[in-house]
Nanobody
């Protein structure tokens, strides 16, 4: 059983940056693909970015160039660097893990974190 714990959320002004981190409790984490999803009030949860166990990345079109996902298997961690934040980025951000990258991209998630709130003020 993989447990995921997010951190790094908060309140930031538009144009600012935040770095989200997700720590996994199991060493088997390094074999999983990981992703970050977000859910704004009244909207469906959507994929932001994903990374395979080998480091291949996938980004939603709206985040390309602003967000960067990375992982550190030695620390059992995955991060999401968010730059040039916009008010529409306000949401709860969730860390997710699945066996394969295509599962993360298609929303077939084996494990979810509890979420961390990101609020971008205008």
């Amino acid at each position: 059983q993989v447990q995921l714990v997010e951190s790094g959320g908060g309140v930031v002004q538009a144009g600012g940056s935040l770095r989200l981190s997700c720590a996994a409790t199991e060493r088997t984490f390094r074999g999983y693909a990981m992703g970050w999803f977000r859910q704004a009030p009244g909207k469906e949860r959507e994929l932001v970015a994903a990374i395979s166990s080998g480091g291949s990345t996938y980004y939603a079109d709206s985040e390309k160039g602003r967000f960067a996902i990375s992982r550190d298997n030695a620390k059992n961690a995955v991060c999401l660097q968010m730059n040039n934040l916009k008010p529409e980025d306000t949401a709860v951000y969730y860390c997710a893990a699945s066996v394969l990258l295509q599962m993360v991209v298609s929303g077939r998630i084996n494990y979810w974190g509890q979420g961390t709130q990101v609020t971008v003020s205008s």
